[in-house]
């Protein structure tokens, strides 16, 4: 037997200057997109406010010892859910698309039917709660038939003629059989949140207070499809008139934020820590007309099992959060884990991986944790910090020359992986440097007869 859950958004109205019935459209989609969180298959009708939800087989997932079938907190939940979206709306169940959405608009509170019970809900309902046409309601009326229950004790051969083509509909729907199917909605690619402004913003906390409400759509969206965010665009549509160097051009110029996430992604909250921590260090070069927020790159959202008597630790929740907000404000590429190389050379033995790419390793040639890269280390005193520039040393030597430093050598390179950076003679040691002061790891590359210190021994 079929479940749907109908939402019926009561007085919904939206403030758009071009086309009020695309923005209205736009809205119903939204909502549509984030109630796939609920179940596999969503529709939504333009003429009837009113979005659609198969909930079938899903009544278990909600159960508690308060509430053993489950339904009534379903329904509780998809209210909020569809209230933290900013819209009023009422939600019902029942064994059908029409029965449920009759009961969720001219019931007070969110209602569930129970299974087979479609005709007795129906009964106290008003006509107009039945797909009639307006002709038909008003003859109705004059014979002094208010609610579906008095309908439903006509005899059926008097109301076949009058009734016209919607009769076999309507007949079904009295005798508490609703088989109306419903258009499956199929969400975009790429999920998007947008908004236009009234009026340019020029400030950074009048663009927060804009992306707020911007996160939160896009958080319902991707949690919908199960996944979470690993790639965000921003894009600012500027003021013509004001930007620079706009003059004779036909379109708003634009400005676009890239935000590669180190860690993917999926709450609201989480999405707009990093995009504030960008927008921290962002000038606004002219007032922003609209604003869109793109999630182009999204991968399966990963669950972790609680342990039955280990708490969680906050920490885990919190680094993939502050990882993400550190990259934003430093640049892509920035923080990630240092992993072991299959490499000869010291300094190619570490590469900074990004956090989400740690599980494609073995593809980029990088060691795992169950890897060998370790057996290429020379067994002698290695490096603990390498750097990343080399800092020339010429009065680094072996001699006892006045103003020189004792080298002790300890390791020895030669041909190290010709085939790709040519012929490899190399010396190294340790020497202490009494300015820092540290251990110095000291390099002598007999090719291009250089001293310097490559790095630093802890």
């Known amino acids: 037997m079929r479940r749907i859950a109908a939402v019926f958004l009561a007085n919904l109205r939206i403030e758009c200057v071009r086309s009020e019935m695309g923005a209205v459209q736009d809205a119903l989609a939204r909502i549509a997109e984030s109630l796939l969180i609920f179940g596999i298959t969503t529709s939504f009708a333009l003429e009837r406010n009113a979005v659609w939800v198969d909930v079938t087989g899903c009544a278990h997932l909600h159960r508690s010892s308060l509430d053993p079938n489950g339904e009534p907190t379903l329904v509780k939940r998809i209210g909020l859910h569809v209230s933290a979206m900013h819209h009023v709306c009422k939600v019902a169940i029942a064994d059908g698309a029409m029965v449920a959405l009759a009961v969720a608009q001219y019931e007070k509170s969110e209602t569930v039917v129970a299974p087979r019970g479609n005709a007795a809900a129906l009964a106290p309902l008003p006509l107009r709660s039945?797909?009639?046409?307006?002709?038909?309601?008003?003859?109705?009326?004059?014979?002094?038939?208010?609610?579906?229950?008095?309908?439903?004790?006509?005899?059926r051969s008097s109301l076949g003629l009058r009734l016209g083509a919607a009769a076999p509909q309507i007949m079904a729907l009295l005798a508490g059989d609703d088989r109306t199917p419903l258009t499956p909605h199929v969400p975009p690619v790429v999920p998007e949140e947008a908004v236009t402004l009234?009026?340019?913003i020029e400030s950074t906390e009048a663009l927060l207070f804009v992306m707020k409400r911007l996160c939160a759509g896009l958080s319902a969206r991707v949690a919908g499809r199960a996944m979470a965010i690993t790639q965000l665009e921003v894009v600012?549509?500027?003021?013509?008139?004001?930007?620079?160097?706009?003059?004779?051009?036909?379109t708003a110029p634009r400005a676009v934020l890239n935000l590669a996430l180190s860690t993917p992604l999926s709450e609201a909250a989480e999405v707009l820590g990093v995009i504030r921590a960008r927008l921290d260090s962002y000038t606004i070069e002219a007032p922003i007309l609209s604003?869109?927020?793109?999630?182009?790159?999204?991968?399966?959202?990963?669950?972790s099992q609680l342990h039955l008597f280990v708490p969680e630790a906050k920490a885990e929740r919190m680094i993939p959060r502050l990882a993400a907000?550190?990259?934003?404000?430093?640049?892509?590429?920035?923080?990630?884990?240092?992993h072991l190389t299959n490499r000869w050379l010291p300094e190619q033995r570490s590469r900074l991986v990004p956090l989400h790419a740690s599980r494609a390793l073995g593809r980029l040639g990088l060691a795992t944790p169950d890897s060998h890269a370790g057996a290429l280390l020379s067994g002698a005193l290695e490096p603990t910090r390498w750097l990343s520039k080399p800092i020339s040393c010429p009065n680094l030597v072996t001699s006892s020359a006045p103003n020189s430093v004792k080298v002790r050598w300890v390791a020895r390179l030669e041909a190290g992986e010709w085939w790709d950076r040519g012929l490899t003679q190399r010396d190294y040691?340790?020497?202490?440097i009494d300015a820092v002061p540290a251990v110095a790891w000291v390099e002598c590359d007999h090719v291009q007869n250089i001293i310097s210190i490559r790095g630093w021994v802890d």
């Open 130 to 155: 039945l797909p009639l046409p307006e002709d038909a309601i008003h003859w109705l009326a004059k014979l002094g038939l208010e609610t579906v229950g008095d309908l439903a004790r006509v005899p």
């Open 429 to 432: 040691g340790t020497a202490w």
């Open 236 to 250: 600012f549509d500027l003021d013509r008139a004001m930007a620079p160097d706009a003059r004779g051009k036909t």
């Open 291 to 303: 604003v869109k927020l793109r999630g182009i790159e999204t991968v399966p959202r990963q669950r």
């Open 198 to 200: 009234e009026y340019g």
């Open 325 to 338: 907000e550190i990259e934003a404000a430093l640049g892509p590429g920035s923080v990630g884990t240092l």
